[in-house]
């Protein structure tokens, strides 16, 4: 196929897969459902691409999923979610390892399962999803406090997983103790933390340091050094999803420059990266499998919903002060999503007996689930009496949304020998749609007066309407080459 028609046809799937996030907002659903059943269209029983490597789908689907964990460190407000850290911590791990085995028994007991497969149903499900939970829970007026537990938890907990799943996968008859997985788990997790960390905080020194010449490299360096870090954990055998999640949350709650744009950016390519994700499991699904597990994944779906969440919250949360109505609601909002489906092609390119089935059953397990919290969310959390309705929301604050004002922000640098030297505000005579609106001088920012000099070095702010803008550029620099009596002297600025 030729590349226009590649493009073509790429450049219609995002725009059909854009149109669908509305559909799926207004439902309450998260986007994923889109996707995914785009991605089942497309394939063999739609319009007939097939696509079956799995090892291509576990690479690509890692990738995607460390796009979305970098992006969701970069959004995550850390004074909200601070306070529920250890919370998240707990039901990243202990819930987690709750929720395992669970599941591993319920597999093993109800479904036939060999003990290596049970155990691996169960870690492929643990995992709540930060797509899912981002896309659902932000429209809810939850308290800063529950939501950053749950926004946390699902940053958190893909680390500790996505170890034991390939454990697991990479077990050939070998069984190692328990004792030493306990030690690999801490090790990776705690040395991920700790590479992500020390490269946020070289990243921050860094960035706010280093002038670099166009404001669209910093968007870069930060996506940069977020999966950076993961490779770099990655080569020191520790756990890149955490490393990259925390070196993201250390970027996106620094002062750096051009943070709107940066999470604006990051925000874009974490979208792109869940529209080819989920579009690819989707493809990657045979349909000819999926109703054969249906009864199945009804039985598995409300095992974890009903018995494996609320006792993994129950467990994890004990003596740190969380009352039983959020218990009951951090029951209910524990959304998977793509994580499971991904996870779940890791026994497949490692050849695990009934794996497979394994993926069939997860992806129809998360399908039913995303069905039935998705759009219950909100009732439930009415019902919890854990919203805040009457509580302000956060005020969303943008860098100069100066296209909606069909405005212009001009950054003018007076050289030192320039005629603007001296020149009070007011004297330069700018149209009235124009105004200097901040002075950068020797490092120091203020807001300037009518009678405010001007001086060499100095870093003038503009902000005119499109239509004065040319007539401000030709003003300031008329008065840069003649001073305040420019027009005396026939000096347009031209």
């Excluded at 995303?370 to 919203?387: K, Y």
């Amino acid at each position: 196929m030729r590349l226009d028609v590649w493009m073509l046809a790429g450049a219609a799937l995002v725009i059909a897969a854009i149109v669908a996030v509305r559909l799926s907002y207004r439902m309450g659903l998260p986007s994923l459902l889109a996707y995914l059943g785009l991605g089942v269209l497309m394939g063999e029983s739609g319009f007939g691409i097939r696509f079956d490597n799995a090892e291509l789908a576990q690479t690509l689907g890692m990738a995607a999923l460390v796009v979305i964990l970098t992006e969701g460190g970069l959004t995550t407000n850390w004074q909200h979610v601070r306070p529920g850290v250890p919370i998240a911590l707990s039901l990243a791990t202990v819930g987690t390892a709750v929720s395992i085995v669970i599941l591993a028994v319920t597999g093993h007991w109800l479904l036939g399962f060999d003990w290596r497969l049970a155990f691996l149903l169960g870690a492929v499900l643990a995992p709540t999803d930060s797509a899912a939970v981002f896309s659902v829970l932000r429209r809810l007026p939850l308290p800063n406090r529950l939501a950053g537990i749950l926004e946390a938890e699902s940053g958190f907990n893909d680390a500790p997983v996505v170890i034991v799943v390939i454990m697991l996968s990479e077990l050939n008859g070998h069984r190692p103790g328990i004792w030493a997985l306990l030690a690999i788990l801490v090790y990776e997790l705690v040395a991920g933390a700790v590479v992500g960390f020390v490269v946020g905080r070289i990243g921050v020194f860094t960035l706010r340091r280093v002038a670099l010449p166009a404001s669209g490299l910093y968007p870069l360096a930060v996506l940069s050094l977020a999966l950076g870090s993961y490779g770099a954990a990655a080569l020191l055998h520790a756990s890149g999803f955490m490393a990259c999640y925390v070196c993201a949350l250390v970027l996106g709650n620094a002062r750096l420059p051009h943070r709107p744009a940066t999470r604006g950016f990051a925000e874009g390519i974490a979208w792109l990266a869940q529209i080819g994700l989920f579009v690819m499991l989707g493809l990657l699904a045979s349909p000819s499998e999926l109703p054969h597990e249906i009864l199945a994944a009804l039985v598995i779906g409300f095992v974890l919903v009903l018995v494996a969440r609320p006792l993994s919250v129950l467990i994890s949360t004990l003596g740190l002060g969380v009352g039983w109505r959020e218990r009951a609601f951090l029951s209910w909002a524990g959304l998977r999503g793509a994580v499971p489906i991904v996870l779940a092609t890791i026994p497949i390119t490692h050849l695990v007996p009934g794996a497979q089935r394994l993926f069939a059953l997860v992806f129809v397990i998360v399908v039913f689930l995303t069905l039935l919290q998705g759009p219950t969310l909100p009732l439930v959390a009415r019902l919890s009496r854990v919203t805040v309705e009457g509580e302000a929301k956060d005020l969303e604050v943008e860098a100069a949304p100066l296209e909606e004002l069909n405005a212009d922000l001009l950054e003018v640098r007076v050289p030192s020998d320039s005629q603007l030297s001296g020149v009070e505000i007011f004297e330069l005579r700018l149209p009235s749609e124009a105004s200097i609106t901040l002075i950068v001088r020797d490092g120091r920012s203020f807001v300037p007066g009518p009678t405010t000099q001007i001086r060499g070095g100095d870093v003038l702010l503009v902000v005119a309407t499109a239509p004065a803008r040319r007539e401000a550029e030709r003003r300031l620099r008329a008065v840069s080459r003649r001073g305040k009596l420019a027009g005396w002297f026939g000096e347009t600025g031209e």
